[in-house]
């Protein structure tokens, strides 16, 4: 007999399968979403190959449905305008990134950090990443001993 689970995405209770070892989300519609959606990130950060496959996919759909978005723009504009307020957004981050210093991490991105020598280092996490894009962490860099 099976004990009742709280629900990863909506956090009701629930009955797992029993076929279902680990069940951590429960059977409504939008959890099953969730559940997906939260497979599907993880398999685009750790699968270089899923996340290349994703890209053409995407790529593919749009050279197809080129009108979409504007049809959707059309019958939406909430979407439009939330769309629009966001831009403004990103344009006061650049201006205050500008004013700021590189303070935004980007995938894969080492910047200044490009000329480090090889070495041994300690790397020391540093607060909370407001700005951090998939799996970059914020860190000091100590070095210990140079190669």
């Known amino acids: 007999m099976m004990d ?11 009955r797992p399968s029993p076929r279902v070892r680990n ?4 059977g409504k519609g939008e959890c099953r ?3 997906r959606r939260h497979w599907q990130r ?7 190959d899923y996340r290349d496959n994703q890209a053409r996919a ?10 979409y978005w504007r049809a959707y723009r059309s019958r939406h504009p909430e979407y439009a305008e939330e769309n629009r307020r966001r831009t403004k957004q990103r344009k006061r981050d650049r201006r205050q ?15 200044v950090f490009s000329s480090v020598p090889s070495g041994t280092y300690l790397l020391v996490p540093q607060g909370v990443e407001e700005f951090a894009k998939m799996d970059s962490i914020m860190v000091e860099i100590t070095l210990l001993s140079k190669s």
């Not at 009742?4 to 629930?14: T, V």
């Not at 990134?97 to 910047?111: L, T, Y």
């Open 4 to 14: 009742d689970r709280r629900c990863a995405a909506c956090g009701k209770s629930f």
């Open 23 to 26: 069940q951590k989300y429960c």
């Open 33 to 35: 979403r969730a559940r």
């Open 42 to 48: 993880a398999k685009r950060q750790e699968d270089a």
């Open 58 to 67: 995407q790529r593919a759909w749009s050279g197809e449905n080129g009108t």
């Open 97 to 111: 990134h500008a004013a700021e210093g590189n303070r935004f991490a980007k995938m894969d991105s080492i910047g």
